[in-house]
């Protein structure tokens, strides 16, 4: 149910939302950057490692990060080996499944697809390298925790994304509402949707706008940290859906069954002025300063802030996806292959992809002031405040049966906000439901 922004490269970055298809190779020879030496760089035995990606053409990161890792340690050679985006996780599995070994360093796009790895036995534990490195891995925002299983980690975070409010300042400024602050809770955030609101037909203004993921509501009822997605009880989302569901009646929303039978895209609606807010995650940023060039948003004068929250949870607490990358169980050079993860996770390798315009899972003040001076980026304090986070729960934790859970929910999900089912009777299969998954 998800990243996780050079400089120069923000219109490059946005191309990395698309999806990419095919397999091809890339080898990765050393370029003029600079990094610390390493284990592997600390030997001359050449060593080639073959690194699972996706989208090679459209990811800023890549290459920049092997050009600084291959430059300090000349005797490791990576190769990237795109298995394409949209079927990633099965056509990585169904290649490991079938014995690959050639196959080193390995990208994990997302927990179902990681919970898999792990079950299946296709990752290395992780905890005896980073413990014989000296690697902290509180410094990687507590993902590393909430990826634990059995005392142990078989991947490290690299990249994350999270959730914000980007909000459009001319139709603020056109309504005379005083911005949306860095501390609104979720009754804040609602009254100032409805005085955003005006208009009708062509000219209506939405002061709110929801995708149809169903993370865009169930994820709201996470954020106070007594309850997960993966729990098997749901009363919880009641006051949640009755939220948006008001909204989306009273007009203050898009109709959800008018976004899922259009395929109307989130972008469209922020680009053409259609929403004074809108719930994102910072992918988006990347996206929208690009559009802002090419002249396809025509939002641009805009900022973000942080993510609403329930009342008595503190600001700064928000959602959000990892992308990590782990060590293949049946790889040959399983110490260089961490070698290369622990630098891309580190300080040095969070530095890189700052600079490329994504958003590190080792957050630093550095690293934010990067993403901050992309050229496009708002320029207002607010919308740099807005990028500091006090706590990040993955939009889907760890759990062994969480793609099934996954299911369950986007039905129940579907149901309610196309309003087939009423609020009580998606709830009752949702608790049904996930319920059988986790006894089965």
Not at 30 to 44: I, L, Q, Y
Not at 116 to 124: K, R
Not at 305 to 321: M, N, R
Request: net charge negative; proline share 3%.
């Amino acid at each position: 149910m998800k990243k996780v922004l050079s400089l120069a490269l923000a219109l490059t970055l946005s191309l990395s939302l698309l999806a990419g298809c095919g397999a091809a190779s890339s080898s990765a020879p050393a370029s003029g950057s600079t990094a610390a030496s390493t284990a592997s760089g600390d030997s001359a035995e050449p060593v080639t490692l073959k690194w699972s990606v996706w989208d090679i053409d459209a990811t800023a990161y890549y290459q920049p990060l092997i050009d600084a890792y291959t430059e300090a340690n000349p005797n490791v050679t990576i190769e990237m080996v795109d298995l394409g985006s949209t079927d990633y996780q099965t056509v990585l599995a169904t290649q490991l499944a079938g014995g690959a070994d050639d196959l080193d360093i390995i990208s994990v796009k997302d927990i179902p697809g990681y919970s898999n790895l792990v079950n299946l036995g296709m990752l290395e534990p992780l905890k005896s390298y980073t413990d014989a490195a000296g690697f902290d891995t509180t410094q990687l925002g507590g993902t590393v925790e909430q990826i634990t299983v059995d005392g142990d980690y078989y991947a490290l975070p690299f990249i994350q994304s999270f959730w914000v409010v980007f909000y459009n300042k001319d139709l603020f400024d056109a309504a005379g509402v005083d911005y949306p602050t860095n501390d609104m809770t979720l009754e804040e955030y609602d009254a100032l949707a409805r005085q955003l609101t005006s208009g009708s037909g062509a000219e209506k203004v939405y002061g709110c706008h929801y995708h149809n993921w169903r993370s865009c509501v169930q994820l709201f009822g996470i954020l106070d940290g007594k309850n997960t997605i993966v729990d098997g009880t749901y009363d919880f989302l009641q006051p949640y859906y009755e939220l948006i569901l008001a909204e989306q009646d009273d007009g203050i929303c898009m109709d959800y069954a008018t976004i899922k039978t259009g395929s109307i895209h989130y972008s469209g609606v922020f680009y053409n002025n259609q929403c004074a807010m809108m719930n994102q995650g910072s992918w988006f940023l990347a996206t929208q300063i690009a559009a802002v060039k090419s002249g396809e948003s025509l939002a641009t004068n805009w900022g973000i802030v942080k993510y609403p929250h329930p009342e008595g949870v503190e600001a700064g607490t928000t959602l959000g996806t990892i992308t990590s990358l782990g060590v293949n169980s049946k790889s040959a050079n399983k110490q260089a292959a961490f070698d290369f993860i622990e630098f891309v996770a580190g300080e040095e390798g969070a530095k890189i992809v700052a600079e490329t315009g994504s958003f590190p899972a080792l957050s630093s003040d550095e690293a934010l002031d990067i993403i901050a001076a992309v050229d496009g980026f708002p320029t207002d304090e607010n919308s740099r405040e807005a990028l500091n986070t006090v706590k990040t729960y993955l939009e889907m934790p760890m759990h062994e049966k969480s793609a099934d859970i996954e299911v369950v929910l986007n039905q129940a999900h579907d149901n309610i906000m196309t309003e087939n089912c009423t609020i009580e009777e998606g709830i009752e299969y949702m608790n049904e439901g996930v319920q059988a998954i986790l006894n089965a």
